[in-house]
């Protein structure tokens, strides 16, 4: 809700109490401490456009029926210019009715705040690290990702927003078994290059990269790696050929509006010996065991289903200490208040044994929140579609954005929440229509340009209104359409707690469609100077909302369509 919102309800607190305590002095209710009250705005605003319970709550207080407490309460309402009327109602409400002010006062808001419109300072003073993407460094993003880096970075958008201080991080898989595959690949297609028999391992990976990489090294090298020993040469194709995927994942990424604090590499962990501090601390909290010459983490202890390894009889740690160790980093030296993980369905057996080793660790488990992502479905021609064009291969991040607009692509990707799947129309993301959500939100943000454009056009020019003005608004499209945007600051604000930024593309959505019906009933160029006056500035008002919502997910408001 806006500030002005926030304050009515205060005012409305005070008035409240105001007229208990005068009812109080006056006799008509006994002097006891009563509980304390909510202030609501209903589903049903045509019954009032503030609901408070005051009287309901205190009914065995006062030892009154509700409505004659409301009543009581209602003649010791002091006067307030905010609102017309306050009635009861149903069992015991009290419903209050705003003045035309109150509407002007909105549209005022928004217009003197202009791009920070809808920003506050809820999460002032926290710091928030968002983990997102950190795909396999070893090849090209898949459609997933695609997903995960609209939806990664729109969460971090809506803390920004939301007034926290917020760092985004990429970590790359540089250590462990898929940079062995990765290394075993590169070999393989090397040494095919001077003898076409060897054969590929059975585990390895087959893309066309790992083959342009080998082509590519033998062009800088030649045979020079051909006669030494396997680790030499795997590590000096592994070396080479590394940076240039981590080098094209940040290239597909800033491509995507993306762009990240920090890059965070996982042989870092091991290289500063935090991997070995870790499983140290580990130790040290009893929370862990020996059994068949392996080291287990107590994790039952925190509701695991199961105890974990954290280290193999060989000595070599589990896939799980580097990540204990990461967000250990994250949490605790490092220091973040809030660090965010966007993974994938697959990833949702793999927190609690995290969450267990954290609170082994003495950290707060609370403070690591996993965003769970589900699948997303590519359709075109009403069908799934998994094939590029071009290549015959999986659709990449980079392909995707060569099919449909950028802009298309990360709206429709936080059209829903994370945790539902995602079908994603191609066809539909092309299209230039009302049926194209990306399309209808961009359009309507157009057509007010076009509109203050064509007024200014004739010479008639937007004054700066003032709430006497506005307060000629007072059709039911043009409350209803106040109404709806004055909620952008409380709708940034839960899209930052429940770390949803499909909130924001609905809000989006939504401004539109009011928008356009406000647009189809009010005549904006009417005949009426002061009331054309004030819908102009509603019009302003309303596409700084639409621009707002669509800069925090970095998706273009264009000014002609």
Same mark, same amino acid.
């Given at each position: ?133 950190? *795909? ?13 880096? *609209? ?405 273009? *408001?264009?000014?002609?369509?």
């Amino acid at each position: 809700m806006s500030v002005l919102v926030k304050q009515t309800e205060q005012k409305i607190t005070e008035l409240v109490n105001s007229a208990i305590e005068s009812a109080v002095n006056r006799g008509q209710l006994e002097n006891a401490e009563y509980s304390p009250f909510n202030v609501e705005i209903p589903a049903d605003t045509s019954h009032g456009d503030f609901s408070v319970n005051a009287a309901l709550k205190n009914a065995k207080v006062f030892g009154k029926n509700p409505r004659e407490i409301a009543q009581i309460i209602i003649e010791n309402m002091p006067c307030d210019p905010l609102f017309e009327k306050v009635e009861c109602a149903g069992p015991g409400f009290l419903n209050f009715f705003v003045s035309d002010r109150f509407f002007a006062e909105i549209v005022l808001d928004v217009l003197s705040k202009k791009e920070n419109y809808g920003k506050s300072d809820y999460g002032k003073g926290k710091r928030v690290l968002v983990e997102f993407v950190s *795909a396999n460094p070893t090849g090209p993003m898949h459609i997933g990702n695609a997903r995960g880096g *609209a939806l990664g970075d729109g969460i971090a958008a809506v803390y920004e927003a939301a007034g926290y201080t917020v760092e985004r991080e990429f970590y790359v898989n540089d250590a462990g078994n898929q940079i062995e595959k990765f290394k075993t690949s590169l070999q393989a297609r090397y040494l095919q290059l001077f003898d076409s028999s060897v054969e590929m391992p059975e585990d390895c990976y087959l893309g066309e990269d790992i083959i342009i990489h080998a082509k590519n090294f033998k062009e800088k090298y030649g045979d020079k790696y051909l006669n030494c020993s396997e680790t030499e040469r795997k590590n000096a194709l592994c070396d080479f050929a590394l940076p240039k995927n981590i080098e094209g994942l940040r290239r597909d990424l800033e491509k995507y509006r993306i762009n990240y604090n920090t890059w965070y590499k996982e042989s870092s962990l091991h290289e500063s010996g935090k991997v070995k501090q870790v499983i140290k601390k580990l130790k040290a909290s009893g929370h862990t065991y020996e059994e068949g010459g392996a080291l287990w983490l107590r994790s039952t202890d925190y509701g695991d289903e199961k105890d974990r390894v954290l280290v193999r009889e060989n000595g070599v740690p589990t896939y799980l200490v580097p990540d204990i160790a990461y967000h250990y980093d994250k949490l605790v030296t490092r220091n973040f208040d809030i660090a965010i993980d966007v993974l994938g369905a697959d990833h949702h057996g793999y927190v609690p044994r995290l969450k267990a080793a954290l609170e082994a660790l003495g950290v707060d488990s609370n403070r690591l929140v996993v965003v769970i992502m589900q699948m997303v479905r590519l359709v075109k021609n009403g069908e799934t579609y998994k094939l590029s064009k071009r290549s015959g291969k999986a659709v990449t991040l980079s392909t995707l954005l060569d099919e449909v607009p950028l802009d298309a692509a990360r709206f429709i990707f936080n059209s829903k929440e994370p945790n539902t799947h995602l079908e994603f129309d191609l066809d539909l993301a092309v299209e230039e229509s009302s049926q194209n959500p990306v399309y209808y939100v961009q359009y309507a943000h157009a057509r007010i340009c076009s509109i203050l454009r064509n007024i200014q056009a004739e010479g008639i020019a937007v004054k700066t209104p003032s709430a006497e003005n506005l307060a000629l608004l007072k059709a039911p499209e043009e409350i209803e359409l106040i109404r709806h945007i004055s909620g952008l600051t409380d709708t940034v604000i839960e899209s930052a707690k429940s770390q949803d930024p499909s909130k924001i593309t609905k809000f989006a959505f939504d401004t539109a469609t009011l928008f356009h019906k406000f647009y189809n009933a009010c005549r904006v160029k009417c005949d009426d100077p002061a009331l054309m006056q004030a819908r102009l500035n509603l019009c302003i008002a309303v596409k700084t909302v639409l621009m707002n919502c669509l800069s925090i997910l970095k998706i273009d *408001a264009p000014q002609s369509m």
